[in-house]
């Protein structure tokens, strides 16, 4: 007997864990929790501005960006997710839902896309990479 | 001897030489080039709407749109490039310069985000996930 679910893999389970974690994390607006799996070297591409942010400190400001804007309760749900793995790199897709605050004051849903890439160090998956948008107004 | 740099894996010299021939392969308006290792089931996240396109015709048609808009000759360079690979997982991050033909007809310099994600599948690197963006507006 297993829980993992047929074939899924080991790593992907655990990509799946970790994944799950942060966005509850996210809801909880448990800033430890959100970091508890990053690199001190992470490269983060965010909806808002600015264009890059590098290492944690910086990724610790896409989030007080962020949790200025939601509304409460937050909402960072996901879809379609699909995880591709390998014994030590792995990266994965997704479908985030969540909400902003316009300036009018009024709340809308935001849909976006996410990538995430990951790296086994020392036994441990590690987000190395997080890559938000929205396409481009047309 | 080698061709190598040193320290680079025969996996990231093969998913760069990949890379640089796709990015070529766009510069020269050659869309089969461009094609040349996308899996039949592609992700892409991509700068102007759709949100997403799955496949390759509907690939084929975010390029068309692009042409469209970028002034001759084609502007589509990368540096920052950042390469993560195992045996048979890779993702990739890079900084993108293009060009685009604003709505008064002005060419503007145009900045982006790119992710890309492979397989090895039957021992030949395989694109499967595209994401490109730019930072929302403020």
């Given at each position: ?32 929790a959100?970091?508890?799996h990053?690199?001190?070297d ?24 962020f ?13 379609q ?14 479908i ?29 998956w ?13």
């Amino acid at each position: 007997m297993t829980d993992k679910a047929p074939g899924i893999t080991a790593d992907e389970s655990e990509i799946r864990q970790i994944f799950e974690q942060w966005s509850q994390a996210v809801r909880n607006k448990n800033l430890g929790a959100i970091l508890a799996h990053h690199h001190s070297d992470f490269l983060m591409f965010d909806v808002p501005p600015p264009f890059l942010s590098r290492g944690i400190p910086a990724y610790v400001e896409t989030w007080n960006l962020f949790f200025s804007m939601a509304p409460i309760p937050v909402k960072f749900d996901f879809d379609q997710l699909e995880i591709h793995a390998s014994a030590d790199v792995a990266f994965l897709t997704a479908i985030g839902h969540c909400r902003d605050t316009e300036p009018n004051g009024q709340i809308a849903p935001l849909d976006f896309r996410l990538t995430m890439g990951l790296r086994k160090i020392d036994g441990q998956w590690i987000i190395v990479h997080e890559h938000h948008s929205v396409p481009a107004a047309s």
